[in-house]
Structures are given as structure tokens and as C-alpha cells.
């Protein structure tokens, strides 16, 4: 064949094997009622921390003419050494591949339909409106991989797991660059509550992903490396798994897509989303 014909054969071949990655719908429901956002290549600064200090100001007289007392300028020198001390620059993520996350947490309903069963604690009269659209919970990282393992045998025209805890930042920041502001978490997520909601009972973020801020903890694949960021690498072994995004009874210091903590948790408010890829 002559070496022209041969190397146009081959972009040919290359470009149509690319090209349904590059059709992929936005958004699709599996069987199962399940919806997944697709999710493009891009990157992030993960890790990154600047902590700042208020400047000092001489004490003034309030309203009765009493002056308050403050701390002196000496220990807003000691808190700006300890600031920069703390700082951490972060390190850049590339995601390469796009793939489709879970435009919503698992659900009771989504859970029953492939196992069969409900472990929640919350279900029924303990939460407002129908139970079944309220996020799964009581999951160990064991339970979502048989759930995934139960999922992969049922669809034939996907394949599914847990996402990596990169993918689940990059998608949980839709673009941010910054910490999400205590106004916004409390917009997007069921956060300092007495029970969890229903998924997409919030705001979504700017991608139209719902609830990764609050309502339940979230597993990802990866090893807890005992830090409050990740490492450029995840470790390859370990006793805990990664939970991100806090619960239903998170706070300000846990309602955040940049920090992560280690499983089981309270278990009662632990659940998970999954990712979607294409069977080769």
C-alpha cells in the first residue's frame, strides 16, 4: 500500500475512533433512573492554602465611649509569621479524559432497584417528602463496590465506578478556583441540618451538579493519606478510604470540595455518587 494511502488510512481510523468521546450528550440517564453530567478535560490547583491575618487597628471608642481591648500589635506580627509558615502553594491537576459523574448522590430508590434492599437509617417518617429520592446512606466503601459491581453487570452499555477523588474535586469546583464561600455552600448544600433532603433540593453548581456540597459524605476510589489535602500521587494502599463534601451535619470547617476526611464516618450520613464511562 502505498505509504501516503497507508498514513491517511490510519488518521482516519484514529479520528473516528476519537470522534464519539467528542458526540457524547451533556447529560444522560441509564437505566436504572440514574442521570450523569458529562464532565470535559481541564485542570485545578489542588492543596492550595493562603491563610490570611486582619491587620492590626489601634483600639477605638464604641458607642458608650468605651474603649475595647484588643490584642497588641505584636501578636498580629506572631499570627502573620504563623500564616505564612502554614501557607501551602498547592500542586496542578490535569484531568485528561472527560468522563460523566453522577448529577446526583446515589439514591434510596436507585439503591433498591439493584440490590434489592435499603440500608439508610434515614427512610420513611424520619425524613420530610418521599424517602426514595433522599441520597442512600449507612454505605461503607464495601457496599457502594458491590453496588457498582451489581451495576456493571445489569447495563451492558456502560461501565461504572467510584470516581477519583481528582475527578470528583474538579467536577464538585465546576471551574472555581477558590475555597466556595460560606453563602454558596449553604445555597448548594444541605448543610447544618438535623436530617439529610432530597437530592437537587439545592442550588446546583455552575456545571448542573447537585449536592456535592452536604446532604451526605461522598466515597471516592482512593486511600486517605492522613493530611487534610491530598498528595500529587494517592497512595496505592491503606486502611481508609477518602469520604469529600461533608453531610447533612457539616459545618463550616467541612462544608468544602478542597479538604478531605477518612471513612466510615458517622456511617448514618455516608453515601456516594459514581462515574460512567463507556463500554470499549
Given at each position: ?123 420513611g417518617d424520619k425524613v ?98 492522613g493530611k487534610i489535602f491530598?498528595?500529587p500521587v494517592p497512595p ?45
Amino acid at each position: 500500500m502505498h505509504a501516503k494511502l497507508k498514513i491517511i488510512l490510519l488518521l482516519s481510523l484514529y479520528i473516528g475512533a476519537e470522534r464519539p468521546l467528542q458526540a457524547q450528550e451533556k447529560t444522560v440517564t441509564n437505566s436504572t433512573g440514574m442521570e450523569f453530567v458529562l464532565i470535559q478535560p481541564g485542570s485545578m490547583v489542588v492543596g492550595r492554602y493562603q491563610p490570611t491575618v486582619s491587620a492590626y487597628v489601634p483600639p477605638q471608642p464604641g458607642p458608650d465611649g468605651e474603649v475595647r481591648k484588643v490584642l497588641p500589635p505584636s501578636a498580629y506580627k506572631v499570627a502573620e509569621k504563623m500564616a505564612a509558615e502554614a501557607a501551602m502553594p498547592g500542586f496542578e491537576v490535569k484531568l485528561e479524559r472527560p468522563y460523566y459523574i453522577g448529577k446526583y448522590e446515589v439514591t434510596q430508590e436507585q439503591w433498591e432497584k439493584v440490590m434489592g434492599s435499603n440500608p439508610s437509617f434515614f427512610q420513611g417518617d424520619k425524613v420530610a417528602g418521599d424517602a426514595k429520592k433522599h441520597p442512600v446512606g449507612n454505605i461503607t466503601w464495601e457496599d457502594a463496590q458491590a453496588f457498582i459491581k451489581k451495576l456493571n453487570r445489569l447495563d451492558k452499555k456502560h461501565l461504572y465506578r467510584l470516581p477519583t477523588e481528582f475527578e470528583w474535586e474538579y467536577a464538585a469546583r465546576a471551574g472555581a478556583k477558590d475555597e466556595i464561600p460560606w453563602a454558596e455552600a449553604r445555597a448548594r448544600g444541605v448543610i447544618s441540618d438535623t436530617t439529610m433532603r432530597q437530592v437537587g433540593s439545592k442550588e446546583p453548581n455552575a456545571w448542573g451538579i447537585y449536592d456535592m456540597i452536604g446532604n451526605v459524605w461522598e466515597w471516592v476510589q482512593d486511600y486517605y493519606n492522613g493530611k487534610i489535602f491530598a498528595d500529587p500521587v494517592p497512595p496505592r494502599s491503606g486502611k481508609l478510604h477518602v469520604l469529600k463534601g461533608a453531610s447533612f451535619t457539616g459545618d463550616a470547617k467541612n462544608a468544602t470540595y478542597m479538604t478531605h476526611a477518612a471513612g466510615p464516618g458517622n456511617g448514618f450520613d455516608v453515601g456516594f455518587r459514581v462515574v460512567m464511562e463507556p463500554r470499549p
